[in-house]
């Protein structure tokens, strides 16, 4: 089993920066990849963001590139996603999710777990 919590969301203006956290229990990140996923209101949840722990390679939704970066701490307990230039639009709920074994990692159905979700509000 694993467990995610999510910290770092909160209200924001437009161009401003936030750093989400999230820390996981139980097993590590090693050998699956770690995604952030996002949720506004009346919208699907979508991709954001994952991390492949044993390439260390990362990928992007569109609108994230060259805005949002995803990382990892050295002990693998803990992905950060770290959000520049925000934007009104990218207001939602934040979701981390592990345990993704292939290569579908742009798909909620490819995760295992997930943590409960930080808020992000940006305002204009």
């Known amino acids: 089993q694993v467990q995610l919590v999510e910290s770092g969301g909160g209200l924001v203006q437009a161009g401003g920066s936030l750093r989400l956290s999230c820390a996981a229990s139980?097993?590590?990140?090693?050998?699956?990849?770690t995604g952030w996923f996002r949720q506004a209101p009346g919208k699907e949840r979508e991709f954001v963001a994952a991390?492949?722990?044993?390439?260390?390679?990362?990928y992007y939704t569109d609108s994230a590139k060259g805005r949002f970066t995803i990382s990892r701490d050295n002990a693998g307990n803990t992905v950060y996603l770290q959000m520049n230039s925000l934007k009104p639009e990218d207001t939602a709920i934040y979701y981390c999710?592990?345990?993704?074994?292939?290569?579908?990692?742009?798909?909620?159905?490819?995760?295992?777990?997930w943590g409960q979700g930080t808020q992000v509000t940006v305002s204009s």
């Open positions: 139980g097993r590590t990140f090693s050998r699956y990849v």
């Open positions: 991390i492949n722990w044993r390439g260390g390679n990362s």
């Open positions: 999710a592990a345990a993704c074994y292939s290569g579908s990692y742009y798909v909620t159905g490819c995760y295992n777990y």
